[in-house]
């Protein structure tokens, strides 16, 4: 099963956010012992890193490194821009994220920002939500 992991998840494992990195890391997990085909695209990569680094730049490059272990990235073309666009989407980067996510062939969305993917086309779940329903 091919799904996007929203960074807003990754980063709960990244940061150690307590509340939420349980679940997160149980999503990343999944995906690294190859039980799900996740997936991020290179501008959430960006994203992370440009938060990453603010704390470590070293732990920024290791830990951007290990996720192109555990995640396949998208490409991220014209068509893809194009898509977001011309979509319903209230934020830009959302609909890039969900326009690369309906382009690859995934058929969910990993995220905690539920409400930012009210628009998708797609499955959307929560981390603890997917975890339930597997």
């Not at 994203?47 to 290990?66: M, Q």
Request: aromatic share 8%.
């Amino acid at each position: 099963m091919k799904v996007y992991i929203d960074s807003d998840v990754i980063l709960d494992v990244l940061l150690g956010r307590e509340k939420f990195a349980t679940e997160s890391s149980q999503i990343l997990n999944l995906s690294e012992k190859g039980l799900i085909s996740g997936t991020t695209t290179l501008l959430a990569i960006a994203n992370i890193y440009y938060i990453l680094r603010r704390y470590d730049n070293k732990k920024a490059i290791k830990s951007i490194k290990t996720l192109r272990e555990i995640l396949q990235v998208m490409p991220l073309t014209d068509k893809e821009l194009l898509m977001a666009l011309n979509s319903n989407f209230k934020d830009f980067e959302d609909s890039v994220q969900n326009s690369a996510t309906l382009s690859f062939g995934c058929v969910a969305i990993i995220t905690r920002n539920i409400k930012d993917y009210s628009s998708s086309e797609l499955n959307i779940y929560s981390p603890k939500e997917f975890l339930l329903q597997l």
